[in-house]
């Protein structure tokens, strides 16, 4: 079975600082990532997601995550946070050429931005 | 506007009732689930319908049971509704499994 790790449940940036959200994902065939987020009250929307095309994927709202096999990371990052980036953030993938596999998310990280 | 719908948003209720929760996509998917959320924002699925046909049933008490009419509903009736049932139950739909999942609002089950 597939999981994915997300190393720290709250992460806390300046304004303006890099955002850095670490993800490690387990799967025993090609993995299909993706990273959502998920504002207060609200359901969750797709920021990015990899299919096994380009490694460096961009995303909404000037995320990007890369894909780096040797590591097994899918980690997110974004150059310069903004206030309205602060959200629930979640890791999930799922197994590339498998009729009904389901979707596992990691446990999320609530990224806080620090004025 | 296209998206995917639920009803109620919120849901307060005494232990032992039955409750239903509805769900509405007109995005045209193959595929819908139904998506635990718990106090601590794990989340968990519970269904997937594709084509009103189940296809991902996990660990769950059969006294939840979802209920696909057409491709583009998916309702959750439960039963007997416990404390631990409190949670945000979140619908989903994609066009096929391993496609982007676009979600609903949530609706914020209470069980008191």
């Known amino acids: 079975a597939q999981s994915v790790t997300q190393l720290g449940s709250h992460v806390s940036v300046s304004e303006g600082a890099l955002v850095l959200l670490r993800c490690n994902y387990s799967?025993?065939?090609?993995?299909?990532l993706f990273w959502y987020v998920q504002y207060p009250n609200q359901g969750l929307q797709l920021l990015l997601k990899?299919?096994?095309?380009?490694?460096l994927v961009k995303g909404i709202n000037g995320f990007e995550a890369e894909f780096k096999k040797s590591e097994t990371s899918f980690h997110l990052t974004k150059p310069s946070a903004h206030m309205s980036d602060a959200a629930e953030y979640f890791c999930?993938?799922?197994?590339?050429?498998?009729?009904?596999?389901?979707?596992?998310f990691g446990t999320g990280t609530r990224l806080t931005i620090i004025p | 506007d296209t998206a995917v719908s639920q009803t109620p948003k919120y849901l307060v209720t005494q232990m032992g009732n039955d409750k239903s929760i509805k769900c509405e996509q007109n995005l045209g998917h193959d595929t819908m689930y139904w998506y635990k959320q718990d106090s601590k924002k794990f989340l968990k699925i519970m269904f997937s319908?594709?084509?009103?046909?189940?296809?991902i049933n996990e660990t769950v008490p059969n006294r939840f049971s979802p209920k696909s009419p057409d491709k583009a509903h998916l309702n959750l009736h439960i039963n007997s509704l416990e404390l631990g049932d409190s949670a945000v139950y979140f619908c989903?739909?994609?066009?096929?499994?391993?496609?982007?999942?676009?979600f609903g609002p949530g609706t914020r089950l209470t069980v008191l």
């Open positions: 999930a993938v799922t197994r590339s050429n498998f009729g009904n596999e389901k979707l596992t």
């Open positions: 990899y299919t096994s095309a380009a490694t």
């Open positions: 799967s025993s065939v090609p993995p299909y």
């Open positions: 319908y594709n084509n009103k046909e189940l296809i």
């Open positions: 989903a739909s994609s066009p096929k499994i391993t496609d982007t999942q676009y």
